[in-house]
């Protein structure tokens, strides 16, 4: 299975980004999507997850900021960023069950 993110990028604060991870291979729909962020000098934490069923769980710093979706058709998962802060500025990566994607650069200016 390869996931391959895209839509990262720079924006300015209050601007939005929309996220994309789509995944190659046989995949099982059961698995839960989720992304991860990691910003200099900071651990990688979790930003937002979906499971099988669609509940959605968010990191507290992002809520009624961002939005995760899937498709399972396309074995895509998105993430829809908006009110972005610099302090979201990070790599982001897309997990689907244990894979995941190589990342994609945030950056918001201030």
């Known amino acids: 299975v390869q996931l391959v993110e895209s839509g990262g990028g720079l924006v300015q604060a209050g601007g939005s980004l929309r996220l994309s991870c789509a995944a190659s291979?046989?995949?099982?729909?059961?698995?839960?999507w989720a992304w991860y962020r990691q910003a200099p000098g900071k651990q990688r934490g979790l930003v937002a997850l979906?499971?099988?069923?669609?509940?959605?769980n968010y990191a507290d710093s992002v809520k009624g900021r961002f939005t995760i979706s899937r498709d399972n058709g396309k074995n895509t998962v998105y993430l829809q960023m908006n009110s972005l802060k610099p302090e979201d500025t990070a790599v982001y990566y897309c997990?689907?069950?244990?894979?995941w994607g190589q990342g994609t650069q945030v950056t918001v200016s201030s």
């Open positions: 997990t689907l069950g244990y894979y």
């Open positions: 291979g046989s995949i099982s729909s059961v698995y839960v």
């Open positions: 979906i499971t099988s069923s669609g509940s959605t």
